[in-house]
């Protein structure tokens, strides 16, 4: 479970971190880059998933 701080707490570490140029505001150029860069990690952890996973089509108990 998380608190209402909690998440606040973590939006406003995401927003600094997609925030390059510390003014406070996310330009379109800020959060392309920052878009680009979670559908890199995004891609990357997929296709270790399912490196991992490949060849498996069931898995029975």
Known sequence: MITKSESK???A???QEMDANGDGQL???EMKASYK???SEKSTKETLI???FRG???VTN
Do not use: C, L, Q, V
Request: hydrophobic share 35%; aromatic share 12%; net charge positive.
């Open 27 to 29: 330009s379109s150029e």
């Open 9 to 11: 707490a973590f939006g």
């Open 56 to 58: 498996i089509s069931r």
């Open 37 to 39: 860069k979670m559908m």
């Open 13 to 15: 570490k995401k927003f």
């Open 50 to 52: 399912n490196s991992k």
